[in-house]
């Protein structure tokens, strides 16, 4: 019996010190000598979906930082950014999120330098027709089913991922959060 409370606990320890080692790496960049940030000035916050129009970033900046502030960068440590992973999530009450959406497009941020975006693309416009944004439709009633109201409020998770030049894997990850609405005329 004590044998077998030993291994349990053994197994049990072991289980855990891999567990925290992996929630210690959630920014996937543990290689690379650079890690990134984002800085919207000014995002979109209300979305009207009457007007079927991509949601878009006016203007972002990607900056990139050396992890050690005595280490010095070289273009080795230049970052290619390829795919955008967007998720919604309803910040609103509501259960129903938006679809997951995959976005591949290239950003070079210079080592130390920062890189940036006009009118970058952050949501589709088809999507607005899909649950839970088509239930906003007057067709569809014109209200969220789930919580009576004529607006959707959701927070996109937005990771971004790419690599140095040497071949180092980089992340990004911020929020965006949106209000969507139908505007009748």
Same mark, same amino acid.
């Given at each position: 019996?004590?044998? %077998?409370?030993?291994?349990?606990?053994? @197994?049990?320890?072991?289980?855990?010190?891999?567990?925290?080692?992996?929630?210690?790496?959630? $920014? *996937?960049?543990?290689?690379?000598?650079?890690? #990134?940030?984002? %800085?919207?000035?000014?995002?979109?916050?209300?979305?009207?979906? $009457?007007?079927?129009?991509?949601?878009?970033?006016?203007?972002?900046?990607? &900056? !990139? +930082?050396?992890?050690?502030?005595?280490?010095?960068? $070289? !273009? &080795?440590?230049?970052?290619?950014?390829?795919?955008?992973?967007? @998720?919604?999530? *309803?910040?609103?009450?509501?259960?129903?999120?938006?679809?997951?959406? +995959?976005?591949?497009?290239?950003?070079?941020?210079? =080592?130390?330098?920062? =890189? %940036? #975006? /006009?009118?970058?693309?952050?949501?589709?416009?088809?999507?607005?027709? /899909?649950?839970?944004?088509?239930?906003?439709?007057?067709?569809?009633?014109?209200?969220?089913?789930?919580?009576?109201? *004529?607006?959707?409020?959701?927070?996109? +998770?937005?990771?971004?991922?790419?690599?140095?030049?040497?071949?180092?894997?980089? !992340? #990004?990850?911020?929020?965006?959060?949106?209000?969507?609405?139908? *505007?009748?005329?």
């Amino acid at each position: 019996m004590k044998l %077998n409370r030993l291994a349990l606990i053994a @197994t049990t320890a072991v289980a855990a010190v891999t567990l925290a080692a992996c929630a210690g790496n959630a $920014s *996937r960049d543990s290689e690379a000598p650079v890690f #990134l940030s984002q %800085n919207i000035p000014v995002g979109p916050a209300d979305v009207d979906i $009457s007007v079927p129009v991509d949601v878009t970033v006016p203007n972002m900046n990607i &900056q !990139s +930082h050396a992890k050690s502030p005595t280490g010095t960068l $070289s !273009s &080795q440590d230049d970052v290619t950014l390829t795919d955008w992973t967007i @998720t919604p999530g *309803r910040t609103d009450g509501g259960t129903v999120a938006s679809p997951v959406w +995959h976005n591949f497009y290239s950003v070079y941020v210079p =080592a130390n330098g920062t =890189a %940036n #975006l /006009q009118n970058y693309r952050i949501f589709p416009a088809e999507y607005f027709k /899909q649950p839970p944004l088509n239930q906003l439709l007057p067709e569809n009633g014109g209200f969220d089913k789930e919580t009576g109201k *004529r607006n959707i409020r959701q927070q996109l +998770h937005i990771e971004v991922f790419g690599k140095t030049v040497a071949g180092d894997r980089v !992340s #990004l990850v911020f929020d965006v959060n949106l209000n969507f609405f139908y *505007r009748t005329p």
